[in-house]
């Protein structure tokens, strides 16, 4: 019924067509705009929509197990790649993160760029495209396809309106990721072949190669690899110099994607294929994990205090805050795990808040640097009231989303291994220190500058609304949400649904 | 030769047809409509070819589905570097019907060096081409690059030959016979001089292939020859190396060295070129060393023949063709009234020839590797060959160079759309028709490659039987 609609079909391609459909626009970037958010919109609302009916989907048991749509189809019959689309909890979650970072993403660059608009708006939309088939491809070489398709349109957005060097973090970005990525495609064929070997089927479908029993030696050596990739992404120590980079000269919704979604693709990628395809590497490898998370941790931490640009002090807390999903992932508990999907939908809400906010005022002062700005309360109060909502979810007060992750993936590691969870712990007092520097310094203290700051717009405003209200209501009542990723989470770790 | 011959036959016949007929034209009525006749000839052939699936065997020849698949991919890039070259030529002054015609006779030879059948086939199909390409890396007389290149590649064509020619006597010398499918057939240990023979055939076809260390003469001709040519050049005289490659294989089937030797071509060639491409300033140069990296890719789909690798190189080089043409193609449309050869030139670029920008930005990526262009779906066929047949480590090697290309192939991309553009800031001339054309085919093949090769995979699975 539902699953003859192709609505996963439609997700993923929805954006590109209205790539598409831009180009007759190509001259008009005033009709290309609304249009654009036309079909953000409408993909938000068509992911919403697949929200709000889960409960009956899942009800219909579709093919794969704890999967609320699946598709499938033949697609390069040579090689056993198949067209195979899947919709779980994780993945809707993942889904809905995605439409709603892109409407926002669109909403802070409506007036920041100003010049190429309408391949800025194709990038976009190109860029949604590649981001949905990642979370939902179920075959492993159609993963890869979308996974580099979605690296294109990020390299043009900070090549093209980015700041400062930006052609060199564009280039850095893109093949940091380049490297993890093609020494997993080569995983990935050895994977296949050595499914193919002992069955004699040919196929990259995932569930299909989680049931191949490999040699541990083996099992390592393509966990590595897959590892390497995600870990480029996540990003973790010492594996991030990327990151920093590529925020601080990207533009606002550059920033946003990338905090809010380009890194989740690590985790999720991580979630997805990598643990449940080699789980006793993965196991063999949890020590190094969480050493690399809790070090990410401490050492992101201790170097966003001595940024001086709100940028890239927001660029390092990301590495500080995605330690969490690391940490949660390596512990594989059901808890630990919830915490780290919930706290990857968090961090892109709280963060992409951050980035957008620090974007408008760099719209405004046309710097970033922290030492220039000071009592901002007084004149721009609407600015500061949102500033210190985002900042206090970012450290993780309760009642605030960022908590209710952390504090899973705590809870749930605690079980596992008490010293990394009390290691992460410290962790927490470190960001307190550094988000507690920002917010005085800009927000408080005495104005140093005199900056003709004018306060938000309507459009600023209603955003910002947008995203508190999520922060809020994730943090008051994240119920709906664990709920979502329960099923899948007892899937993966193993254990009654 | 029967009748049902001579139909088979037709595709050759038509364009040796053509090049005489287009000479003959030129005679007649000057400047007329020479590059209008030729491409009707190519059409004619391609047509042909399509339409009427004969096959026949002959002395010296065998029109097969793998002579028709070959014959139908030379016919089409030699229809895009007509296109190219007809306004290219025009605008540079090159005039005259030397230079359909040799195009013609050019894509005549390569057609003959995929339909052989025995050895001496096989030289004279190939030095056919070569020859014609001899005069059409020069035919710039006025150019001294032209002049310089074309010495160049006379010097190490004809030596090339010589080793060709050599290596054809020892085996006819150790066997008593020219047929190829008589010399595949191997007794339990081949003897030495035919060994030492079929070496100095795949020595001289690594000269074809430009595989290093044959591969000194690349970078100066693919420089100094105009950009329609080296769009030629690279990109069908390679096929039909490749192509020729195939046919010599055989013979080295059950000899272990001949693995060793393709094994050793190949990390030289990906290491060496994509690490030469590195340093490179000039767009010509970048793009002729990352030709020969290219070709060692496909040297590592010949190291896994056993395991598939034949499909994976004929793939291989189709996407490489298709990337090949758009890329010099673009090369070609943005650089006809100025010399432009320096990256730095092709500043902004993107914007101010927007077809031609993308064109090229598309080529790079798929030479790159990277979804969704055809050159990903390359890789990924000659990946697994290769891992299939166990060379796990010169995958690895291929991986990681592959790397090292993808950063001197951004730095072009950045150059188009990333820099602000010099100065001048003059409107950039809109594309002709027959531009546009040219570009437009070998971008939508790498597209639809990277999108769907299914087809092509399956063509090739039943061309190789």
């Not at chain 1, 995605?322 to 390596?330: D, F, P, R």
């Not at chain 1, 009592?375 to 989303?401: D, Q, T």
């Not at chain 2, 437009?440 to 790498?446: L, M, Q, S």
Request: charged content about 10%; some cysteine; glycine content about 10%.
């Amino acid at each position: 019924m539902m699953a003859d609609l192709h609505l996963l079909t439609i997700l993923v391609f929805f954006p590109l067509a209205g790539c598409l459909l831009m180009l007759p626009f190509w001259k008009r970037p005033a009709a290309a705009r609304p249009l654009a958010l036309g079909v953000m919109t409408g993909e938000l609302l068509l992911a919403a929509g697949l929200y709000a009916s889960w409960q009956g989907l899942a009800a219909l048991k579709p093919a794969l197990p704890g999967y609320l749509l699946v598709e499938d189809a033949p697609w390069i019959r040579a090689f056993g790649i198949r067209y195979t689309l899947g919709l779980d909890g994780i993945s809707l979650l993942m889904v809905m993160l995605t439409a709603f970072s892109f409407c926002v993403a669109l909403a802070v660059s409506w007036r920041a760029i100003g010049e190429k608009v309408v391949l800025f708006l194709m990038l976009l939309l190109a860029m949604e495209t590649g981001i949905m088939g990642v979370f939902l491809a179920l075959d492993l070489a159609l993963f890869y396809l979308f996974w580099e398709v979605m690296l294109i349109p990020m390299f043009f957005l900070i090549g093209v309106w980015g700041h400062g060097r930006r052609i060199y973090s564009t280039v850095k970005f893109f093949l940091f990721t380049m490297f993890g990525s093609l020494l997993m495609l080569l995983a990935i064929i050895a994977l296949h072949l050595l499914h193919a070997q002992q069955s004699g089927a040919s196929t990259f479908g995932l569930h299909e190669l989680i049931a191949t029993p490999l040699p541990a030696g083996t099992q390592l050596w393509l966990f590595g690899a897959f590892f390497l990739a995600f870990a480029i992404k996540f990003p973790l120590f010492p594996l991030h110099t990327w990151l920093p980079d590529a925020h601080t000269d990207a533009p606002t919704a550059g920033s946003v994607i990338l905090a809010g979604l380009l890194l989740k693709t690590g985790s999720y990628g991580l979630i997805r294929f990598g643990y449940p395809l080699f789980p006793q590497a993965a196991q063999t490898l949890t020590p190094l994990f969480y050493t690399l998370a809790i070090a990410g941790i401490v050492y992101a931490s201790l170097v966003a205090f001595a940024q001086e640009d709100m940028k890239r002090l927001i660029a390092y807390s990301s590495i500080g805050h995605m330690g969490y999903v690391a940490i949660g992932i390596a512990a594989w508990q059901p808890v630990a795990l919830s915490g780290s999907i919930v706290q990857m939908a968090n961090h892109g809400v709280t963060t992409g808040a951050l980035f957008a906010m620090v974007g408008m005022l760099d719209e405004r002062a046309h710097t970033r640097e922290i030492g220039v700005f000071g009592g901002l309360w007084g004149k721009i109060p609407l600015w500061s009231f949102f500033f210190l909502l985002f900042s206090m979810a970012s450290v993780g007060l309760p009642g605030l989303n960022n908590f209710v992750g952390e504090f899973l993936v705590l809870s749930g590691t605690f079980t596992r291994s008490p010293l990394a969870a009390e290691l992460a712990f410290v962790g927490i007092v470190l960001t307190l220190v550094y988000t507690v520097r920002l917010v005085q310094e800009v927000v408080f203290q005495t104005e140093r500058k005199p900056l003709p700051l004018p306060d938000l717009d309507r459009r600023e405003i209603c955003l910002l609304a947008a995203l508190a209200l999520l922060v809020v209501w994730m943090g008051v009542h994240p119920a709906p949400l664990l709920e979502l990723v329960h099923g899948p989470v007892q899937l993966l770790v193993g254990g009654a649904p | 030769m029967t009748k049902a011959d001579l139909m088979a036959l037709m595709p050759l016949i038509i364009l040796a047809g053509g090049s005489v007929a287009v000479l003959l034209a030129g005679a007649l009525r000057p400047g007329g409509w020479l590059y209008e006749l030729a491409l009707a000839f190519v059409a004619a052939a391609l047509v042909w070819t399509v339409a009427v699936p004969a096959s026949a065997v002959m002395p010296g020849l065998a029109v097969t589905p793998f002579f028709r698949f070959f014959t139908l991919f030379l016919d089409s890039t030699g229809l895009v570097a007509l296109l190219l070259a007809a306004g290219y030529n025009k605008r540079r002054g090159i005039v005259g019907e030397e230079y359909p015609a040799t195009l013609l006779f050019a894509l005549t030879g390569m057609g003959a060096a995929c339909a052989a059948s025995d050895l001496l086939m096989l030289f004279l199909g190939l030095e056919a081409f070569t020859f014609a390409f001899y005069i059409l890396v020069a035919v710039e007389r006025d150019s001294i690059r032209g002049g310089e290149a074309g010495l160049k590649y006379l010097l190490n064509g004809t030596l090339s030959a010589a080793i060709l020619a050599m290596g054809i006597a020892l085996v006819y010398c150790s066997r008593g016979t020219l047929k190829l499918s008589e010399l595949a057939l191997q007794p339990a240990a081949p003897e030495p001089l035919f060994l030492a023979g079929v070496c100095m055939i795949l020595l001289g076809l690594a000269f074809k292939l430009s595989w290093v260390p044959a591969h000194l003469w690349t970078a100066d001709v693919y420089q100094g020859s105009s950009a329609p040519v080296t769009a030629l050049l690279s990109t069908a005289s390679k096929g039909a190396s490749v192509a020729a490659v195939l046919l010599v294989l055989p013979l080295a089937a059950g000899w272990r060295g001949g693995h060793d030797i393709l094994w050793c071509l190949a990390l030289a060639t990906m290491v060496c070129g994509n690490l030469a491409a590195l340093v490179q300033t000039g767009i010509k140069r970048l793009l002729a060393w990352s030709s020969v990296a290219q070709m060692g890719y496909v040297a590592l789909a010949f190291v896994a023949l056993p395991a598939g690798g034949g499909r994976a190189a004929i793939f291989y080089v189709v996407a490489y063709g298709a990337a090949g043409l758009a890329s010099f193609g673009a090369v070609s449309v943005l650089s006809d009234e100025t010399d432009r050869d320096d990256i730095e030139q092709y500043r902004g670029l993107g914007y101010r020839n927007p077809f031609a920008g993308a064109a090229l930005a598309v080529a790079l990526f798929s030479l790159a590797g990277i979804p969704p262009a055809a050159g990903f779906m390359a890789k990924f066929a000659v990946f697994s060959a290769a891992l299939r047949s166990g060379e796990t480590a010169l995958a690895v090697v291929g991986v990681l160079s592959a790397l090292v290309a993808v950063f001197f192939y951004l730095r072009v991309v950045v150059a188009l759309y990333m820099k602000p553009a010099d100065s001048g800031n003059d409107p950039a001339r809109s594309l002709s028709i027959s531009e546009s054309v040219a570009l437009a085919i070998p971008t939508a093949a790498i597209l639809f490659l990277g999108l769907y090769p299914s087809p092509l995979l399956e063509l090739l699975e039943r061309i190789l039987g």
